[in-house]
T-cell receptor, first 111, second 111 residues
């Protein structure tokens, strides 16, 4: 089935560690996005990519990094520079003139 | 920043129509209105989108005012499973355009 897959669903990180969240899509979408959601809040854009090997910072990019080496994949690394990484992370993909499809999210907790 | 304004919460009786308003007074002529919903701890789900004309699909109807400064999402027969946060978004259909989420409306469908 076509769709967008995030893994893992739950992730625990020790302070000072980098972690990478996976996002894969088989929808042949050019654009991919990463959002962060804190409890009771809306979604905030971290990074987005409109095409392979190109990506742009969103509103809250500090402490995060991404890569877009393949059209299907857009991994997000939460670095130790992110001071408050505990949150719900959502990945999405779209084409330029239609809706975005979202994954089911990764819940990251710092322990 | 989100270019839309929505009430923070609404209640609706089960079986009745749920009418969710959205103000987008600064919308440009080529910006589309999108609606998503998010059930707790899941990824947002696309509902419907439109430009000028009213739209209907199997999930909902979208009514856009003639001046396009506001819209209403209608769930014709709300069920308990429609309890969610509903987001209204405006977006150009151009390369590089993102989906900017505001805080949305928390709809509670009551038995």
């Amino acid at each position: 089935d076509g769709g967008i897959t995030q893994s893992p669903k739950y992730l625990f990180r020790k302070e000072g560690q980098n972690v990478t969240l996976s996002c894969e899509q088989n929808l042949n979408h050019d654009a991919m996005y990463w959002y962060r959601q804190d409890p009771g809040q809306g979604l905030r854009l971290i990074y987005y990519s409109q095409i392979v090997n190109d990506f742009q910072k969103g509103d809250i990019a500090e402490g995060y990094s991404v890569s877009r080496e393949k059209k299907e994949s857009f991994p997000l690394t939460v670095t130790s520079a992110q001071k408050n990484p505990t949150a719900f992370y959502l990945c999405a993909s779209s084409i330029w003139d239609s809706e975005a499809f979202f994954g089911q999210g990764t819940r990251l907790t710092v322990v | 920043d989100a270019k839309t304004t929505q009430p923070p919460s609404m209640d609706c009786a089960e079986g009745r129509a749920a009418n969710l308003p959205c103000n987008h007074s600064t919308i440009s002529g080529n910006e589309y209105v999108y609606w998503y919903r998010q059930i707790h701890s899941q990824g947002p789900q696309y509902i419907i989108h439109g430009l000028k004309n009213n739209e209907t699909n199997e999930m909902a109807s979208l009514i856009i005012t003639e001046d396009r400064k506001s819209s209403t999402l209608i769930l014709p027969h709300a069920t308990l499973r429609d309890t969610a946060v509903y987001y209204c978004i405006v977006r150009f259909h151009n390369y590089g355009q993102n989906f900017v989420f505001g805080p949305g409306t928390r709809l509670s469908v009551l038995p």
